[in-house]
């Protein structure tokens, strides 16, 4: 249930709706200036993003110095459940606040394979163009909507991913994790809980050089944990209805086996709970167990002390800063826009979102920021 913080906040947020729809994307009497964009203030917490909301509140000042203007825009979704609902949620609320024109949708077919799939969602920025968008948001299925991206490029439509990239597309600006830091910032958290080297580090992520974001992220853990002295071993998961099964009795095998012995487990995506699952059927519960994402079994075993910290992705700010930099890329052009970002921007063109590092002793109080803003990680 949300508490009343957050139900305070999103009676504001409500307002602040109808303020921007009746206000800053209507068309104002001759001598009238349109009044300028106001985002709703986000509820102050430990787990608040200030740097993410310094930036917003740069880039709104430059947008209400350049004149606020009506805008038609499209935010695509692979779904708008689950994992995405944070990011829909976020970018509704921005739309809101800035009253432009425009709906966030999830996929236009179900049951298609991922290339199928991708296909789909190229006809669906396509017929965004065709209907009127002045800048589209992406979260794509894979790089064959790389053509669909540019040709809505090519006629004048930014256009910004989310969540995942498509790199060989001439897309303007991605904006969510970058996997390679996610990792990075993973393999600190073990570290600073890790008894001195020697030790053997149960790493549960990907082993497969297809995926990309995977194998970016373990590189990451591995870049921390390797020069500090630790042994590497990995047990890629397996996602198949079985894999939680196979998963912990492989990761129990390697606890009970490792030489140089195992000293900690590191969980590098949203089924990391099994690694406090295989310690404990390996009678070693007094591992430290680092964990991604904020599963309800992730929660469960962090009110147990049997993880110690996870790292969520902060959906919500991706799905709230689309919105954003697309009508800054129309009032203030692409380049300010993107010179605005530029601090958290790398030169891939990618702007981090970062994550939030949960303690397992901060679980409510993780849990207060996410209803105070009106969300379910």
Not at 122 to 145: H, K, L, R, T, Y
Request: with cysteine; proline share 6%; charged share 20%.
């Amino acid at each position: 249930m949300m508490n009343r913080i957050g139900r305070r906040w999103v009676a504001a947020f409500g307002l602040a709706v109808m303020t921007a729809a009746c206000g800053s994307g209507d068309a104002t009497s001759e001598g009238e200036q349109a009044s300028p964009i106001e985002r709703a203030p986000t509820p102050k917490s430990e787990f608040t993003a200030e740097e993410l909301e310094a930036t917003l509140d740069a880039l709104v000042a430059e947008i209400n110095e350049g004149g606020v203007e009506p805008m038609q825009m499209a935010i695509l979704l692979k779904d708008l459940g689950g994992f995405f609902l944070p990011i829909s949620t976020g970018a509704n609320r921005a739309m809101g606040e800035l009253g432009v024109t425009g709906n966030v949708l999830g996929p236009s077919g179900q049951g298609f394979d991922q290339q199928q799939r991708a296909e789909a969602q190229a006809e669906q920025i396509g017929q965004a163009v065709v209907d009127g968008a002045e800048g589209i948001g992406v979260s794509p299925f894979g790089d064959a909507i790389a053509a669909g991206i540019d040709e809505a490029v090519a006629s004048g439509v930014p256009v910004v991913t989310l969540d995942t990239d498509a790199k060989g597309s001439k897309r303007d600006i991605y904006v969510g994790t970058i996997s390679e830091l996610a990792g990075v910032t993973a393999g600190e958290t073990l570290l600073a809980l890790l008894p001195p080297a020697p030790g053997t580090v149960v790493i549960h992520g990907a082993d497969d050089p297809s995926w990309v974001d995977g194998m970016s992220r373990m590189a990451g853990a591995r870049d921390v944990l390797e020069p500090a002295g630790y042994t590497i071993v990995v047990r890629a998961i397996t996602w198949s209805p079985q894999g939680e099964a196979a998963d912990v009795e492989a990761m129990k095998a390697q606890i009970e086996t490792a030489d140089p012995p195992v000293v900690g487990l590191l969980g590098l995506h949203n089924v990391s709970y099994r690694c406090a699952m295989a310690a404990e059927a390996a009678g070693a519960t007094e591992l430290p167990v680092v964990a991604f994402d904020f599963e309800p079994k992730t929660v469960e075993y962090m009110r147990q002390g049997l993880i110690k910290a996870t790292h969520t992705q902060r959906q919500y700010y991706a799905g709230y800063l689309v919105p954003y930099i697309l009508y800054g890329m129309k009032i203030i052009g692409i380049d300010a826009t993107k010179a605005i970002l530029a601090p958290r921007i790398d030169d891939e063109g990618r702007f981090n979102v970062g994550l939030d590092v949960v303690p397992w002793d901060k679980v409510d109080e993780y849990n207060t920021f996410l209803d105070s803003i009106g969300v379910t990680q």
